[in-house]
């Protein structure tokens, strides 16, 4: 028994130690147990996942486990990055949760959402986990269901989580079917449902069952993933889920999405043709483009938070992308540095969208609202969230001394490469691509200096804010450990160098792609170097140096009222709120958001000159989903309200049918 | 050693030049509209004078407001240290990358910005908003340049590019290269905050930008937003003069060679910002709606540089 | 020398037809306009200075004399009478325009990259900006409402296919060269008694307008 299978078999076991203990342990102490309990179940999984891309491989069969297919086990780099990625979240996660759910026993401290969270985290370590065809699938309908259970945790609390819970219902179990049906073709063409035999057979497969395969899954796992246009559910459940719930599920299940993504394209199905690489890659940059306009825009926190999710799986896509199409171009060592970009993209955006969730959920806690254009004045009342909230938007933005940005540089360095010999296609794929990712840094700068400075800076814009105090000290410390690790990952990301050589390298989709000393990162096949840790050094220490200078030569501050043109004292309600804060740049993208905009202007009485009142209102609808999800919801309907003539009531019919479906599936057989 | 000692010395020129090069293009500007203007020593003069002031700050700004000065002046520092102004061959080639040099002065504009807003004025916000949204729309111009400049050598390092250009001058020549310089200077403007984009005489509400977002400084921490300032326009006119007329520029660190290039490039920064200003005398600001037509110009001229350069080459 | 030469005249070449779609002002477009008559001679100049063949040496005389200076001052001659200055509202906007121009150029580059396999020579590398120039007139025409500014599109096709037929056979027969210019030289004087009329009726040159005229 190596260290992969002692850790992993020990989150598995505490997983049901925390399922049992969410259940008996009282309203008092539950919160803190299972969020003990959850913590330890990451640590044991990011212990595996380092076990795992430091080089132990681990399989195991257990055929008593399940009826005909048995349970099949294989974790290899590629899966001990996803496990360490998925580990590291619920760590964090799980002490954030000791305060965050509280004692109340209501809501996120139910019995039912305690007791479904350490199993929710043990089925997203199952899916990397995961050998074969039927373990995978029954490991991620696992992994859908809790988190489904998890969404309707506060499902007293609002009507829209109601909501929310039935779209992301209904997209899972399309995306789980599509996946399913995927898959399945997959293993009967290959004649094996093993991870091992399909990767032995995938070589002779006709372009068509592996094409067919390759769009069907990446469907599924794109809808998991939250890429535009698969995308509705994700703002919805995001925003309406438990903060520590979103944090699971934005940091670790959509990534998971993407594990199923690299696993089936680069190592089940070995590569493929460009066509489908440039497919992913437009999917990628609608995603990024369209998700990160849509967080612009947006006043609510966590659904900000949740489009920044888009946009970044986005982003990854396009390394993907990227590394798909190096690959088949015969340069291996530029598909293996974009591979490298996307999968330290993935664990870069687990790191800061785990604090940025944990920080939102603290301050709905602390204010009672999600509404930016509420909020304010956090930075004297929270200061130390406002400080650790930075740090997750430092890296959100993609600005140097954010991890975010490592990545994204790896990610433009693997773009910015020319082949001679690529084609037309590539010479105007690439500049096209680095024009997409630049915009959306660019709007991801935007987006995040909104957050944080409307959010968290200058006066309180509504009472919730007003009475604001400081989270207590258990989420601090699971968000004080998301930033560590965020601040760690932005310096010397180079420790993560030899696992991600490894991982690529297992992929057999390149030499190892990055290497360099402690302080400069290299690339094979690419001459730009860059020094995260020397950025940071220069940077702190220039301007820590200029302030203590400034303070040391100069004179004291002195606190004045700003300048209120004469007509003081400044009020809250002449802050610039969110929504004006976005409002040039939603006028710039005028044609691709669509806002619908009315003003109604109220005459006086007495004059038709006088103008009583100007109301204005505005609603930014999510384009995608008018146009192509309420046609698709109005047909469904409709076919439903057609089929309500099939069911009587009479209990005889219903029998009936069952007879004729069985008569006729008996029938199939036997004509066959 | 030497190139730590040569890196302190560059961003010390850059530091004591960038007022100068501001003073200059106000000089150069009066005398071109026929008023008599001030020396070209008037923004070392109006430092020293802010920097003996007393600095007070909004009753309700919080530790951004104070840092935000500091950081700004931390990222044009770092990169008038790193970048080849005077050499191509600095200490540290991980941080002349062109794209990191992008992400930090962009890390300077944020940090103004978050200041802005932290003010809780209406100008601070309103300064803050139009900043970030010209910032974002810039930034693909920005990269498709830097994707025109770097595929000739095969990397984003600054000092490579600036090093090739020197040694081989026939391959900046080309139409590519003009177009990409095109589209690099008009996002130069935009970033400096210059005309047409952002006006930096005025201080009228309606058109502010940079100057709503710095509204509320007084004393110390003015001076050093202004003094940042200035080296952010120094920067980017030295950048945009390395990398076209890339001339003069030292390639091994003899003190010679590095007394010529710190003339040569106080030459070109000269001409570069007596250009910029004739050109203002002639043009007006652009409303800020208007602003989104100008980048969108600049972005095509970007890539037309990127297909130019595998079209015509 | 030529070849660096070549290649700067078409890149004036398409920048001006961008810069056609960037300005507003009708005066600017025709100065534009006038640029890229320059620009296109220029290209055929070179041509008949590197393969010294006097025919395409008169045709770059005849090309010249026409988008230089007959042309332009045509245009300059309905601008005088109507009173319109600005494309105030084109059907698509300006910022959408200059994107929609940047994709037609990579498309017209892609378009054109067997139709250079098929004949590799220097010039003809520089074919896809004459295509490029064509499909930015076709849009320009498509989505602007002044008469002016659709002259100036199809112009800038025109301009665009002299410029293919240049670069990418290293010349065209005089004849045909003149054919085609006269046959232009008769559409612009015909659209230029349309707009006097539609501006006298309509008082405006919006061929929107034109609409009434089927009611």
Partial sequence: ?672 | MIPWLLAAGQAVLVMLVAPLLIGLMRAVRARLEGRAGGRVLQPWRELRKQLRKEPLIPADAGAFFTAAPAVLVATSVLVAAVAPFLSTRGPLSGVADLVVVVGLLLLGAVALALAGLDTGTAFGGMGASREMIIAALVEPTLLLAVFALSTRVGSTDLGAIVAAGATRPAEVFTPASALAAAALALATLAEAGRLPVDNPATHLELTMVHEAMVLEYAGRDLALVEWAAAMRLTILLGLLANLFIPWGVATDPHPGALAVAAGVFVVKLAALGCLVAAGEVFLAKLRLFRVPELLAGSFVLGLLAVVASSVLA | MTDQLLNLACGLFLLTAVGVLWRRELAALITLLTVQGVALAGIAVLLAVDQRHAETAGVALAVGILKIAVLPYLLRRILARVPEARETAPLVNVATSLLAAAALTLLAYAAARPLIDLAPSPTAGAAPVGIAVMLIGFFLAATRRRAISQIVGVLLIDNGIAAVAFLATGGVPLLVELGVSADLLLAVLVLQVLTTRLHAAFGGTDLDDLRELHD
């Avoid at chain 1, 203990?21 to 008092?28: C, D, E, I, M, Q």
């Avoid at chain 1, 070589?203 to 939250?226: M, N």
């Avoid at chain 1, 800061?352 to 004297?380: Q, Y």
Wanted: with cysteine; charged share 10%; net charge positive.
């Fill in chain 1, 1 to 672: 028994m190596n260290g992969v299978a002692a850790s992993l078999g020990a989150a598995f076991v505490l997983a049901g130690v925390g399922g049992v203990a969410g259940l008996a342990v009282p309203a008092r102490w539950r919160s803190a147990a299972v969020g003990a309990v959850t913590a330890a179940v990451g640590v044991a999984g990011a212990v595996s996942g380092v076990a795992a891309v430091s080089g132990t491989g681990w399989q195991v069969r257990l055929p008593g486990l399940l009826p005909l297919a048995g349970v099949t086990l294989a974790v290899d780099p590629l899966a001990g990055w996803f496990l360490l990625l998925i580990g590291g979240v619920a760590a964090v996660v799980g002490v954030y949760t000791i305060g965050y759910a509280g004692t109340s026993g209501l809501g996120p401290a139910a019995r039912g959402s305690s007791a479904v969270l350490p199993v929710f985290v043990a089925a997203m370590l199952l899916v990397p986990a995961a050998g074969s065809v039927s373990t995978f699938l029954l490991a991620w309908e696992l992994m859908a269901m809790a988190s489904l259970l998890l969404v309707l945790s506060e499902h007293r609390h609002s009507r829209a989580v109601r909501s929310a819970a039935l779209w992301y219902a209904a997209m899972t179990q399309a995306g789980f079917v599509v996946v399913l049906l995927g898959l399945a073709w997959l293993a009967a063409a290959v004649g094996g449902e093993s991870f091992a035999a399909i990767r032995a057979g995938a070589a002779g497969l006709s372009p068509v069952v592996s094409g067919g395969v390759f769009l069907l899954c990446v469907a599924g796992f794109a809808s998991k993933a939250g890429a535009v246009p698969l995308h509705p559910w994700l703002p919805r459940a995001h925003a309406e889920a438990p903060s520590h719930v979103s944090a699971l599920m934005s940091a670790a299940m959509v990534k998971l999405g993407v594990y199923g993504i690299v696993r089936l394209g680069f190592d089940l199905l070995g590569g493929g043709p460009r066509w489908w690489w440039l497919l992913l890659g437009a999917l990628g940059a609608v995603s990024a483009l369209y998700g990160i306009l849509q967080a612009a825009v947006a006043a609510d926190l966590k659904r900000l938070l949740a489009f920044s999710t888009s946009e970044n799986v986005g982003l990854i896509l396009l390394g993907l992308a990227a590394a798909g199409v190096w690959a088949e171009a015969g340069q291996p060592a530029v598909a293996g540095v974009a591979l490298a970009a996307a999968l330290l993209h993935a664990a870069n955006h687990a790191g800061f969208k785990t604090l940025l969730f944990c920080g939102a959920g603290s301050v709905l806690r602390a204010t009672g609202t999600r509404d930016l254009d509420r909020m304010g004045g956090l930075s004297r009342r929270m200061p130390a969230t406002t400080a650790l909230f930075t740090v997750g938007v430092l890296g959100a933005a993609a600005l140097p001394l954010g991890n975010g940005f490592i990545s994204e540089w790896l990610l433009l360095q693997s773009l910015l490469h020319r082949d001679p010999a690529g084609g037309t296609v590539l010479t105007i794929a690439a500049p096209v691509a680095v024009a997409v990712v630049a915009l959306t840094a660019g709007v991801g700068v935007v987006t995040y200096v909104k957050a944080l400075g409307v959010g968290f800076l200058a006066r309180p814009r509504g009472e919730g804010a007003a009475a604001a105090v400081e989270s207590p000290p258990s989420m601090l410390a699971g968000m004080g450990l998301a930033a560590a690790v965020c601040a760690g990952l932005a310096v010397v990301p180079v420790v993560l160098a030899p696992a991600l050589d490894r991982v690529v390298t297992g992929l057999r989709a390149g030499p190892g792609p990055l290497g360099g000393s402690s302080a400069t990162l290299r690339l094979a096949g690419i001459a730009s170097t860059i020094s995260p840790l020397w950025i940071a050094v220069g940077v702190v220490g220039l301007a820590v140096g200029c302030a203590a200078a400034g303070r040391a030569l100069g004179r004291a501050r002195r606190r004045v009222p700003a300048w209120d043109c004469g007509d003081g004292p400044l009020t809250a309600r002449m802050e610039y709120t969110a929504t004006a804060f976005a409002e040039p740049l939603q006028r710039v993208f005028d044609d691709v958001l669509a806002p619908e905009q009315a003003v109604d202007v109220t005459q006086s009485a007495e004059s038709a000159y006088l103008v009583r009142a100007v109301e204005y209102r505005r609603r930014l609808p999510d384009r995608v989903e008018a146009r192509l999800y309420r046609p698709l919801i109005t047909a469904v309907d409709a076919i439903g309200r057609a089929a309500r003539a099939l069911a009587t009531g009479s209990v005889h019919r219903y029998l009936a049918y069952m007879l004729a479906a069985l008569v006729a599936v008996l029938l199939a057989g036997v004509v066959r």
